[in-house]
């Protein structure tokens, strides 16, 4: 390194001397001081150039080892640099040669250090003292104080000073400015006092809690803020402090207003070195808003437990996935008293809700079960939170039960419009289509957008509609609802029937905001519907009207007559002998000879008259506008003549005979179902006059209809009440003479009437169906008698019984004849059963299977009324028969009568060739007698024989008869 010229050390050395005066330690400035004398008396002597070397090395070496930077620099770059500033800056001393400014100078302060340099040079400062910083080789920050004058070496104007590292105290008070900074800005109010409590400072929040300025309370006691003696003394708080270094707690003061302020204070004891106090440091927060804060928040959570105990909604808390809590809402919601009465299964439900990781905010909706067993649909609103410290959940639960039925019937009729097969519109109030369905397009034609936005047709027709439409619109406002019949049109021009519904819909004002129709295709239904009318009023055989239809149009037909003043007549027709016909030739052919009896009708009739089958074969004419009787008579004799032709079915000649019983309107009757009956009164009365004839109705008629419903009353009480009886009829041996057995017929002993024949209620309970047990009691009163009869030894071979077609087709005929001879011992050989011809013929397969079954039992099988049913001879042998019996029909004849002698002569050969007994029936003349004797029939009975007449009586001619002597003879 250069070193400086003698005189600039000189220079050099004094300026460092004096500019580190302030810094140096006594020892080190007295070795300068005596350095800088030696130079300077050595150089005013003179001496040699050794000497003043040696001088001038004594001078370098105080500048050396200098503890402060000593420089020596021009306008940028340091000229010198002692070893006290290379080690400040933390480079080589040689680095120092020739260093720019801008290397060890902080960026930041360059300027202001080239500033003032500059101004030294110029001449403007002598001195110059002030700090910047510098930077330091490790890249460090470091501070530094300069002071510098200006000095002339070798013509040249420099700068020469020292530089103090000041970082050490720059960091010091930075710290302490820092404090101060903090000190004052702290929000708690902060004091210091003296030993003896004298506030010695203050911070602002300190002022303005005490509500004084910094002025007025510097310097008073700390006592004087002292609220009152209830709080603890701050006297009492100092000496615990002092004792114990530190004390905390709460501290009421009171500001210069009177404001008292609830404080927390924590005042510490400082200490010296001799550990006595010196000063105490008193920090006070504020209490009174956390206090009011405290208080509202009291506030605020009793009002939020009135809340949520007085909630209309359901409230809940869940932790850790159990229910910790319920309000009395929910509760209320689920039907239960008490948290704890909740079953598992609801407890459960709610847990769930409890999904730690979830969202924060929760929302499900989720099925319960109610206490009273049915379902109850909640919503849970719920939110994470901290409970009594721990996460939990806490959530509203609405009930929602209305809504989720209210969504389920909407999609359901949602479903329901979409998928209806009925026809469906929505319109608004002005009937302007706003929705339809599928089935209205598949209905009409018309597409959703060929229709919404159109006026309905169906709601606002015009021209003839209008006066419907217009009565449609009148129910609708006034019922809100209407339904019926309208035509209307299809997109393709085609007129269709339909029955619409509509329904007014109203807003929450009342008023009709949409109209809902519902309408179906009414083409297959009313063909349908036409098509049941059809057949619910009409014969399905024939095609007239049937009972119903019938009493209906003559109902209108009497109506119409009352308001034009007419006359009608009702004529009741019956075919006569047709059940014979059915029975013998079956259904079929008897369902044909009824149509042809309809055609036969109708070609007597106009085409207005009325014609209706009542059910079987009795069928009623309506003659509507007549000019009298005479009218009724000419119609009732035509019919009359056209039934007594023959007809002909299924190659079979067939005859038939009406019975036709005539009413008068009004004289007859005023109503539909009084004609009907006085009618039928008649009819019946012409059957009883010998048939195929008319009668017309007269009061007379009435009293006998009158008996015959008082006739069939009794009948169902004459069983019970022991009111029938037997008569028996004999039966004798043409060639002996002899009665060999009797025919039992039953007979009624009426308690008002007196005794009845069977013609008079046989028919009866042949409707009404108490024959077959009037039957099973004539079977066991028979055999009964019977067994009577042979105990008293009178010889009698059989007793024969009549069995009615129902009781034979009963299926339990074979159980009854076997209790009745059980019951009365009377050997089963004694028993003869006689059937009709008819009877047989209605099923001949089954007649056969329980003929044979009792024939099995040794019953005696008879057919009687033979010759006047349809059987065959071939079917007639399939039977297992014991006798034919000759209907009477046939006996009267005899003997003058040749077709009535080859019908029996034929009937007796063919029983002799099947080896059956012949009996005859209705012998009343000893011609008669003699006749079949002749012929070869065994036996007859009739009333030359014998009348009918009790068991006694019978019982007493047996045993007073002699052999030979016919019954009847004298």
């Known amino acids: ?58 001078l370098a070496g105080f500048v050396e080892q200098s503890l402060v930077g000593v420089y020596l620099l021009d306008a940028d770059r340091i000229i010198y640099g002692n070893q006290a500033m290379a080690d400040m800056l933390g480079i080589a001393r040689e680095a120092l040669s020739d260093l720019p400014l801008s290397q060890i100078i902080y960026p930041a302060d360059l300027n202001l250090v080239r500033e003032n340099v500059r101004r030294r040079l110029s001449g403007e400062l002598r001195s110059l003292r002030y700090g910047f910083r510098f930077l330091r080789a490790d890249g460090t920050l470091g501070h530094c104080e300069v002071h510098s004058r200006v000095t002339q070496m070798q013509g040249r104007a420099l700068v020469v000073g020292v530089m103090i590292d000041v970082s050490e105290r720059a960091e010091a008070q930075q710290e302490l400015a820092l404090y101060a900074r903090a000190f004052e800005a702290s929000g708690e109010a902060m004091l210091v006092t003296t030993a003896d409590g004298r506030i010695v400072a203050l911070n602002p929040a300190m002022q303005a809690l005490a509500g004084q300025p910094r002025e007025a309370l510097l310097g008073q006691l700390a006592l004087s803020l002292e609220a009152d003696a209830a709080s603890a003394g701050l006297a009492q708080i100092i000496q615990a402090a002092e004792q114990a270094g530190r004390w905390q707690g709460e501290y009421c003061l009171q500001s210069r207003q009177g404001l008292r302020h609830s404080t927390m204070l924590s005042i510490s004891a400082l200490r010296n070195a001799e550990q006595a106090v010196t000063h105490y440091v008193a920090i006070l927060s504020d209490l009174s808003q956390a206090k009011a804060a405290e208080r509202a928040l009291q506030e605020s959570e009793r009002k939020f437990r009135a809340f949520v105990e007085l909630s209309l909604v359901g409230i809940f808390v869940i932790q850790a996935g159990r229910l910790v809590y319920a309000n009395p809402k929910l509760l209320e919601m689920l039907g239960y008293a008490s948290l704890d009465a909740l079953p598992q299964r609801t407890l459960s439900a709610l847990s769930s809700l409890d999904t730690a990781g979830e969202p924060d905010s929760l929302r499900y909706t989720f099925r319960l079960e109610h206490c009273a067993g049915h379902a109850l649909w909640l919503e849970a609103h719920g939110r994470h939170f901290d409970y009594e410290g721990q996460p939990a959940v806490i959530g509203t639960a609405l009930d929602v039960s209305q809504r989720v039925e209210s969504e389920r019937q909407g999609r359901l009729a949602e479903r329901v419009f979409e998928s209806a097969s009925e026809g469906i519109l929505i319109t608004d109030a002005d009937n302007c289509i706003v929705a339809v369905n599928p089935a ?26 209008a006066a419907f439409n217009q009565d449609m619109r009148e129910h609708l406002f006034r019922d809100g609802y209407w339904q019926g019949e309208m035509r209307d049109r299809r997109k393709n021009g085609e007129w269709y029937p339909v029955w619409m519904s509509i329904s007014a819909v109203r807003d929450e004002a009342g008023q009709i905001s949409n109209f809902v129709g519902v309408f179906t295709d009414y083409t297959s239904r009313k063909e349908t519907e036409n098509r049941l009318h059809y057949l619910a009023n009409h014969d399905g055989l024939t095609g007239l009207l049937n009972r119903h239809g019938l009493l209906s149009s003559l109902r209108h037909e009497v109506e119409q007559a009352r308001i ?14 047709f059940k014979a016909i059915n029975d013998t030739l079956g259904h079929g052919a008897g369902d044909r000879l009824l149509v042809a009896a309809t055609e036969r009708l109708r070609y007597q009739l106009k085409n207005r008259d009325l014609i209706g089958r009542l059910g079987g074969d009795e069928f009623t004419v309506v003659l509507d506008g007549i000019a009298g009787p005479e009218v009724a008579v000419e119609v009732a004799q035509r019919v009359v003549r056209a039934m007594a032709q023959p ?34 009164i008649a009819m019946y009365q012409a059957k009883e006059r010998g048939r195929s004839t008319y009668q017309f109705f007269d009061k007379a008629m009435n009293a006998q209809a009158f008996e015959h419903l008082l006739l069939e009353n009794s009948l169902r009480h004459a069983l019970d009440r022991g009111e029938f009886e037997l008569h028996y009829q004999p039966q004798v041996a043409t060639q002996s003479g002899e009665i060999v057995g009797v025919e ?70 074979l159980d009854t004849v076997d209790a009745a001879l059980l019951d009365s011992q009377l050997p089963a050989a004694m028993l003869e059963l006689e059937i009709t011809e008819s009877t047989i013929m209605q099923n001949p397969q089954e007649a056969a299977v329980l003929l044979q079954r009792l024939r099995e039992r040794g019953v005696v099988l008879s057919i009687d009324d033979f010759g006047t049913g349809h059987s065959s001879l071939v079917s007639l042998k399939q039977y297992p028969l014991d006798s034919l019996k000759i209907d009477r029909g046939f006996v009267q004849g005899l003997p003058n009568d040749e077709d009535d002698q080859a019908i029996t002569e034929t009937i007796i050969a063919i029983a002799r060739k099947m080896r059956l007994k012949v009996v005859a029936e209705g012998v009343e003349t000893p011609e008669q007698l003699a006749y079949l004797r002749d012929a070869g029939c065994e036996l007859a009975q009739g009333y030359l024989l014998g009348r009918p007449q009790p068991a006694y009586v019978l019982q007493s001619l047996l045993q007073r008869r002699e052999p030979g002597q016919l019954p009847g003879a004298n």
């Not at 209905?443 to 003839?464: C, F, N, V």
């Not at 034009?564 to 002998?577: C, H, Y």
């Not at 009437?753 to 409707?767: D, N, T, V, Y």
């Open 564 to 577: 034009q003043r007419e006359q009608l007549a009702v004529l009741f027709l019956d075919l006569d002998r």
């Open 744 to 813: 039992a017929l039953i007979r009624w002993r009426h308690p008002e009437l007196g005794l009845l024949s069977p013609a008079k209620f046989i028919p009866l309970a042949e409707q009404n169906g108490l024959i077959v047990a009037i039957g099973s009691w004539v079977l066991e009163e028979a055999c009964r008698q019977g067994r009577a009869w042979l105990d008293a030894g009178l010889g009698l071979q059989h007793i024969a019984v009549n069995l009615s077609a129902r009781q034979f087709a009963s299926g339990d005929l």
């Open 1 to 58: 390194m250069n070193r400086p010229l003698p005189a600039a050390y000189l220079g050099l050395l004094a300026t460092a001397a004096v500019l580190a005066a302030p810094w140096l330690p006594w020892w080190l400035l007295g070795g300068l001081a005596l350095g800088l004398g030696l130079a300077v008396w050595g150089v005013a002597k003179g001496s040699s150039a050794q000497a003043e070397a040696g001088a001038l090395d004594h």
């Open 440 to 465: 209205f397009t598949r209905i009409t034609g018309y597409e959703p957008a060929d229709a919404l936005g159109k006026h309905s047709r169906m709601l606002m027709g015009q021209g003839s509609r």
């Open 647 to 680: 007809f002909v079915i299924d190659g079979h000649e067939m005859f038939v005979t009406a019975s036709v019983g005539v009413a008068l309107y009004p004289g007859d009757g005023a109503d539909a179902q009084t004609l009907l009956k006085n009618a039928d």
